[in-house]
Every structure is written in C-alpha cells, then in structure tokens.
C-alpha cells in the first residue's frame, strides 16, 4: 500500500473541509464554511500542506465529495481536484455526500448500531431530503441502494426500519410533523457533516476517476435550479 498521502476535498455541504490524511489516520484538516468555500479552497490546501510538511508532488491522489451539494459548492471543488489532478498529476477518485456522511457518523457513533441500519440524510431543499441506506458488514459500510430524494416521508421511512440515521442537516430542518420523538427505535445524529477521516473510509472502495470527464453532482438539476421545465425524452 503506498505510503503517500491523499488530499481530501468536500466543498458540497454547508459546512466543509480539506484535508491531508493516510489509510491510517488524518495529517492535516481546516474547516470551511460554504459562504467563503470558493475563495477560501486554494489557501485551506496550501495550509494543510504546510502542515503536514509536503507538496503537491508528495500527494498520491485527491479523494473529492462530488455532492449532492450546492450548485456554486460543488462546482468549485470539483474543478480545483480536477485541476491538481491534471497538473500534479496524481489519480482522482470520488465519492459521494451521502457516502461521506454515513461513514463520518458510523466512524464517531459506531457503539449506537446495534444490528440496525446505517443512514445518511441530506437536505435537498423545498421539502424534499436525500435518503440512502447503508449496513454494516465486517466493520465496513456497504450500500443497499442508490440515494433517492424525496419528501417528509424519509423520516418515517428510516423510523420503520431503525438504526443510526446521520443528517447532514441541523434538526431545525426537520418538518414539524417529523421531529424526533422520544424512545424511538432510531439514534439521531443532526450537523453531521463529511470529516476527513470518514472521507477516507468511504473512499476505500471508490473508484478513479478522469479528471477530464468527472461532473459534480448537485442537490437539483438544472432545469429545477432555474424553475424551468425538466425535458422529457
């Protein structure tokens, strides 16, 4: 396993972070906030580079949260990862938000899983949230499905079923109807946003990517961000 180490990117959520870490652990973090992210990237990169003692020649490859996220979030971390990667160069590889989240709250609240499922929320605003499932096998997180986003009803789909829901939303985003009640079967983690180390997990089982080709994903497609009609084919 190369010794190198990765740089960690995730401007798609509300609260971010770049980072500098191993297989084996973190060398490097500073968080961003999503209002300053576009212009505060570049200087957060060179500052946990100086941190860990390296450059961009000693990195061995990116790992980017490609979103769901915000439109201006996400676009602007993918374009610098994509970027380095060209120009380093150096291997890129991504994950999701919703992957990000799961493995950053399993890896701080691992003791509250108690057989059940693993869920990563996120807001996708107008009433509408990002839901996916995960289990646990061996210590590891694996996917049952593909995210979907869809309405309040997310929120009684997870009480159903249980386990440890991660939100990467604070609990004043939950609908008045859906607010966590008391003795339920369901271990609520609220302001769960990507970290550094769970960034690395997740991206155990990513895959490369082409920095040519990569697109970020946003929280809506374009004809919702423009309240245009979507096309049917």
Same mark, same amino acid.
């Given at each position: 396993?190369?010794?190198?180490?990765?740089?960690?990117?995730?401007?798609?959520?509300?609260?971010?972070?770049?980072?500098?870490?191993?297989?084996?652990?973190?060398?490097?973090?500073?968080?961003?906030?999503?209002?300053?992210?576009?212009?505060?990237?570049?200087?957060?990169?060179?500052?946990?580079?100086?941190?860990?003692?390296?450059?961009?020649?000693?990195?061995?490859?990116?790992?980017?949260?490609?979103?769901?996220?915000?439109?201006?979030?996400?676009?602007?971390?993918?374009?610098?990862?994509? /970027?380095?990667?060209? #120009? =380093?160069?150096?291997?890129?590889?991504?994950?999701?938000?919703? +992957?990000? &989240? $799961? !493995? *950053?709250?399993?890896?701080?609240?691992?003791?509250?899983?108690?057989?059940?499922?693993?869920?990563?929320?996120?807001?996708?605003?107008?009433?509408?949230?990002?839901?996916?499932?995960?289990?646990?096998?061996?210590?590891?997180?694996?996917?049952?499905?593909?995210?979907?986003?869809?309405?309040?009803?997310?929120?009684?789909?997870?009480?159903?079923?249980?386990?440890?829901?991660?939100? /990467?939303?604070?609990? #004043? =985003?939950?609908?008045?109807?859906?607010?966590?009640?008391?003795? +339920?079967? &369901? $271990? !609520? *983690?609220?302001?769960?946003?990507?970290?550094?180390?769970?960034?690395?997990?997740?991206?155990?089982?990513?895959?490369?990517?082409?920095?040519?080709?990569?697109?970020?994903?946003?929280?809506?497609?374009?004809?919702?961000?423009?309240?245009?009609?979507?096309?049917?084919?």
């Amino acid at each position: 396993m190369s010794t190198q180490p990765f740089l960690l990117i995730n401007t798609a959520t509300v609260s971010g972070v770049v980072g500098l870490g191993r297989r084996d652990g973190v060398l490097a973090q500073t968080l961003l906030k999503l209002t300053t992210a576009s212009n505060t990237v570049v200087a957060a990169i060179d500052q946990v580079l100086a941190e860990a003692g390296c450059t961009l020649d000693d990195i061995g490859g990116i790992v980017l949260v490609k979103g769901p996220g915000t439109f201006t979030g996400s676009r602007v971390g993918a374009s610098i990862a994509k /970027a380095i990667a060209y #120009a =380093a160069p150096c291997s890129l590889v991504s994950v999701t938000t919703l +992957e990000a &989240v $799961a !493995w *950053s709250g399993f890896l701080t609240s691992s003791e509250q899983v108690t057989g059940g499922p693993v869920w990563a929320l996120l807001d996708a605003r107008r009433h509408q949230f990002y839901v996916q499932e995960f289990v646990v096998r061996e210590g590891a997180l694996l996917s049952r499905a593909d995210a979907v986003c869809v309405g309040p009803e997310a929120f009684d789909t997870v009480r159903a079923m249980g386990g440890l829901a991660v939100c /990467a939303f604070s609990s #004043a =985003a939950v609908p008045e109807s859906q607010c966590p009640l008391e003795r +339920e079967r &369901v $271990a !609520w *983690s609220f302001d769960a946003y990507p970290s550094c180390a769970g960034i690395l997990a997740a991206s155990a089982r990513a895959r490369s990517e082409d920095p040519f080709t990569l697109e970020p994903l946003y929280l809506r497609s374009t004809e919702e961000l423009f309240d245009l009609p979507k096309v049917t084919p």
